[in-house]
């Protein structure tokens, strides 16, 4: 009897006919809203780019006027000079902390590493708009730090708002990335090679500077590439540091631009968006392009062998203190300096902090309903948004690299290409695709436009996350299921989805953090009643309330901590590797 | 009533042809292997049958169903095939119970819940596995999961089984155990079987018929007894058992099957397949264990047997018997595999005309 049924079914009735279709229409449809989503921000930006008009008028036009103001304009060009010497320096700085962690805490009998290691990652987890402001109310030219350190010595310090001194702050805060991408590289390499160089009669210090970093250099690159791409599109140092020293950078020059202006020059910030698309995406090209080769010199076995630590000999204890004095001054100043302010009326090292003890900040905050409800959206686009978009991404990720989706190589790249969508471009693209799309009209003024667009910039980032755990399960799972008799889409739900649930958790709590940490795509597209922290600790900076700045960079760092701490209880996730 | 027929199929990769032109007919209840050596297709050809994989041109039919036809461009789903495919790798799915892993495929045909029970326990029944029903897959041994694996196969009667080496992941004591109960149950169910291996042996054993391929190619199908007696080339001598190859050249034909080679001055007698030439040049084939050890005194029933005779270069103790190889001269060598013990430095050889076959070289 069952038999005679699994024949009917084998024969292609109707039951099979429908079954088909579902899983095809499933494949379609993500691959839809993947393409349409990376699409909506970059269309109206593209589209602009050639208008003379903005989009949103009935005449319109087409004409390169706006490519032939923005090159004949001199602010763009001071523009383009400062953003890449800042992409430059951030990315050595980042690259020298970065590769000298990953090797000091990975790969040496550093004393304490175990301390250190976990401090190392801290920066991946805070706003990079809170760091920056926690050095500027250390380290700035009226800062604690730079006040003490004017009255020790009696000598001008450091300056901040120079391009080097920017890109101190901004290399501090990206070296974990390197760190993470050195370690895990350093993690698969070959020990033996290692070996090999020690008993031809190297020293540690030789082994390290002649096998060890040249076997890192394919995650060197690639993390390099990375830090310069993430340095030219960071809007948070250029504008707390590069404005009031009257320096432009590129995405300073967008942002006010685009917001400052009560007339913004749609044509000019539309040709200057696509210019900046146009050059991250030739640097992610050239950075595959590079990698590629990088592949081939390098042999790196996925095998993991036993590794031995480098003994530091003598210098143990003084490298220790060195990189134990490296995060106190650039993490545990800046956040405490953070902290501080957010409990004084102001910082002074001429007076005892707890003569200034004051509470209005917060109260301040939790006072207004806008303040307040900044807080609420923030957790509600993080934990609700962020769900949303890892399941989206989940599927897409699926679809292209388990289905036979005629598309998938293509739907990856769309998937990818949000890599080059900085967040000020993604914020003015969505802005203008409200304009132009009547139908995405009711979605102004509500947390979902910044939950789509926070969605559209992670894809890649969540996609990064889940893919290596999909192409560790075997693909006989899927191929037994499908044999079996179950199409595409009951195998995706009952083999692949349980199984890949531990990288969709480590992918929801990257999500979690980026949702609540964004804030430069947000500055397009929050208004009234969509308020996110923070947008709001961007207008507190606009008017001078550094103390309100403060008390909301608090609330973002505690809820972080509490996050974090739940997701390694609840879900087990351990963030970032 | 489930007949299987592979006409033409070809599965090209650009240039690469990792099948060409592959005609099969599998018959009712007939449990046929694909062998052939690692990259000869065999499980392409498999995963074909199963729906896994998109074959280039050619048609594939269980009865009148058409599972693909390339003129027509039809393709059946795998889901749709209904064919239970046992993988290498066992495949089964690590976060379900082995009840789960089997309730799978009844779900999918919405069985009623008190029969599926009733089949589930029965198809663990055929495999001898009620006991662990409430296992994860993690928590049986690589002999219990290749058993599940075969349940989980059978539980939903799958018109066609379909085998991919499902015996490789088995130590070689349980390989041999497995396989006659492999044997044994697929002769009492009746299923049509295809399975592949790379394993001669289990070919030989567990076959109603053996269809040998080698470089994308079906170079002969035929039974166990034929193929070993009778290999279509030198490549099906090689693979199948131990041969000796020994090159010469046809001084004469005898009739169509028959010639006599030379080899150097000495003339052997033997059979051929392909319709030699005189003065072709030819590989002479003959297995070791057809080669007997002249003993002084046992002339008399050599009779019609081809002589030979050489130096003994080498000698392995097999365990029950003695292989000796032999220097004929001209750098030609012959293995002998005898349970006659000798210390003596030469030994004189002979095989029947019957048992050494001729390829063209």
Known sequence: MADTEAINRSGGGDGFNTILKRSVMIQYGMGIVALVLVAAPLAPILFQSFLGEPLYEDVNLFTLDNFSSLFSNEKFYRALNNSLLLAAGTTVIALLVGVTTSILLGRTNLPGKKTLGELVLWPMYVSHLVLAFGWFLMYGPSGYVTMLFRSWFEVEPWNLYTILGMAVVAGAAQAPMVHLFCSSSARVADASLEDAARTIGAGPFTVIWKVTIPLLRPAIIYSAMLNFIGALEM??????????????????????????????????????????????????????????????????????????????????????????????????????????????????????????????????????????????????????????????????????????????????????????????VAGIGFFWAMLMFPFMNPLYGTVWILILAFTMRTIPTAFGAISPMLMQIAKDLDQSSRTVGADWWTTTRVVILPLLKPAVFGAYVLLFLSFLKEYASAAFLFAPGSEIIGTTMLSFWGNGNTGAVAALAVIQISITIIFVTLARKILGVKTYG | MAKLILDKFCKHFGDVKAVDNVNITVEDGEFLTLLGPSGCGK????????????????????????????ESNKFVEPENRNCGLVFQSYALWPHMTVRQNLAFPLDIRKVPKAQKETRILEALSLVEMEQLIDRYPHELSGGQQQRVALARTLVYEPRLLLLDEPLSNLDAKLRIKARSWLKNLTERLGLTTVYVTHDQTEALSLSDRIAIMDKGKLVQLDTPENIYRHPANAFVADFIGNSNFISGVVKEKLSDKNCVVALGSRMVTCRTRNNVSAEAAVTLTVRPENVVPVVPGGEAVLDGMNLLEGRITAREYLGARFQYFIDLGDEQEIRVETDFQTDSESMKVAFRPEDCLAFVA
């Open chain 1, 235 to 424: 809007l948070s140092v250029p504008l707390i540091f590069g404005s009031p020293a009257g320096l432009d950078f590129f995405t300073t020059f967008l942002y006010i631009e685009g917001i400052g202006k009560t007339n913004p020059d749609y044509g000019l910030i539309g040709a200057a968006a696509v210019f900046l698309l146009a050059l991250i995406t030739v640097l992610i090209l050239l950075q595959r392009l590079l990698l590629r080769k990088a592949d081939r010199f390098i042999s790196v076995k996925g095998k993991a062998t036993r590794r031995k630590l480098f003994d530091l000999g003598k210098y143990r204890w003084p490298l220790s203190i060195l990189l134990s004095t490296y995060f106190f001054l650039t993490l545990g100043i800046v956040l405490g300096g953070v902290i501080l302010r957010s409990v004084t009326t102001f910082l002074t090292p001429l007076l005892p902090p707890w003569e200034l003890f004051t509470w209005d900040h917060f109260a301040l905050i939790f006072k207004y309903d806008a303040y307040t409800r900044s807080i609420t959206n923030s957790i509600f686009i993080a934990g609700v948004g962020a769900a949303m978009a890892v399941s989206l991404v989940t599927l897409i990720t699926v679809v292209i690299h388990r289905s036979g989706f005629r598309f998938r190589k293509q739907m990856e790249f769309v998937a990818l290409y949000p890599r080059a969508v900085p967040g000020i």
């Open chain 2, 43 to 70: 499980s392409t050809t498999l995963f074909a049958i199963a729906g896994l994989d998109h074959p280039t041109s050619g048609k594939i039919l269980l009865d009148d169903t058409v599972f693909f036809d390339g």
